[in-house]
Nanobody
């Protein structure tokens, strides 16, 4: 069965950095990425990477965030964090076989001084 296990969230001061990781198992994955959801807001796209290494980022993360993957583990490096980055971050993955999109449990990122 498909499982996504996230880690790396925490409390950081503005300007600090965090690296999130997501270890996916149970399939071969086509795309993997990160979304986030702040209280009272819709879940929004943060970054994605496909099996060919193509990446995309939310506008506010460009120049600060980097997504990369090693087989079925995807990482999100976040630098120069801002208070508005505070949210629960969710990993997702699309298997090569099957139509479902899978989600991790979420990891809290809090940026505050």
């Amino acid at each position: 069965q498909v499982q996504l296990v996230e880690s790396g969230g925490g409390l950081v001061q503005p300007g600090g950095s965090l690296r999130l990781s997501c270890a996916a198992s149970g399939s071969i994955f086509y795309t993997m990425g990160w979304y986030r959801q702040a209280p009272g807001k819709q879940r929004e796209f943060v970054a994605t990477i496909d099996s060919g290494g193509n990446t995309d980022y939310v506008d506010s993360g460009k120049g600060r965030f980097a997504i990369f993957r090693d087989k079925n583990t995807v990482y999100l490096q976040m630098n120069n964090l801002k208070p508005e980055d505070t949210a629960v971050y969710y990993c997702n993955a699309r298997p090569v076989i099957g139509s479902n999109i899978y989600w991790g449990q979420g990891t809290q990122v809090t940026v505050s001084s």
